[in-house]
């Protein structure tokens, strides 16, 4: 059974930085890219970001483009897959809860993935 465990949120001032980590594990890596959704109150869930399972493609969205970078790390055994996403240059308006996500829907406006990590909040004040 897949499952992903997010960490690394909090509150920052606007133009701090922050480093979002998901430990992944239960599912075959090689077959799924991963990804970050954001849902900001009030707000529908965006994706923010997206890496293929080999790490060769990336996908940001416009708002984040620039400011936030997806990476991944396998362990040794293959077993666990950690996704990072490094937000720098922080802006009030990304505060959301950011979950990462596997297996994520090719269209990239929608919110559909294979298996989702409970969610870390971001605040960032201004």
């Known amino acids: 059974e897949a499952e992903l465990v997010e960490s690394g949120g909090g509150s920052v001032q606007a133009g701090g930085s922050l480093r979002l980590s998901c430990t992944a594990s239960?599912?075959?890596?090689?077959?799924?890219?991963m990804a970050w959704y954001r849902e900001a109150p009030g707000s529908e869930c965006v994706l923010v970001s997206r890496?293929?399972?080999?790490?060769?493609?990336?996908?940001?969205?416009?708002s984040v483009k620039g400011r936030f970078t997806i990476s991944q790390s396998r362990s040794r055994d293959n077993a666990k897959n950690t996704v990072y996403l490094q937000m720098n240059s922080l802006k009030p308006e990304d505060t959301a809860t950011y979950y990462c996500?596997?297996?994520?829907?090719?269209?990239?406006?929608?919110?559909?993935?294979?298996?989702w990590g409970q969610g870390t909040l971001v605040t960032v004040s201004s």
């Open positions: 890496i293929s399972a080999d790490g060769r493609d990336t996908y940001y969205s416009e």
């Open positions: 239960g599912f075959v890596f090689d077959d799924s890219d």
């Open positions: 996500a596997a297996g994520s829907s090719p269209d990239v406006g929608s919110c559909m993935a294979d298996a």
